[in-house]
Nanobody, 114 residues
Framework: QVQLVESGGGLVQPGGSLRLSCAAS????????MSWYRQAPGKEREFVAT????????HYDASVKGRFTISRDNGKNTVYLQMTSLKPEDTSVYYC???????WGQGTQVTVSS
């Protein structure tokens, strides 16, 4: 049974940083591309970043490129999203996603506000 558990969200001031984690279990983590998505209130869920199985292939949405960094630790079955220079428009629920299994985590709330 695939399980994805996100953590690390919270309230942060504009310009601040947070690191999200997604702990995966129930599948062979190292064999799957991993992604982060986010959904703001009243908006569609949108792509944030994706990372290939060995971390060599990475893509970001233009809105976060240069501010967010996706990484993974295959030994810990965990994918991370380091977020810096946060803006109020980054406020969303952030979700971990396994494209190859069409599986979502439960999400973690990130709120950027002064």
């Amino acid at each position: 049974q695939v399980q994805l558990v996100e953590s690390g969200g919270g309230l942060v001031q504009p310009g601040g940083s947070l690191r999200l984690s997604c702990a995966a279990s129930g599948f062979s983590f190292s064999g799957y591309r991993m992604s982060w998505y986010r959904q703001a209130p009243g908006k569609e869920r949108e792509f944030v970043a994706t990372i290939g199985t060995d971390g060599a292939i990475i893509h970001y949405d233009a809105s976060v490129k240069g501010r967010f960094t996706i990484s993974r630790d295959n030994g810990k079955n965990t994918v991370y999203l380091q977020m810096t220079s946060l803006k109020p428009e980054d406020t969303s629920v952030y979700y971990c996603f396994v494209p190859g299994l069409v599986s979502w985590g439960q999400g973690t709330q990130v709120t950027v506000s002064s």
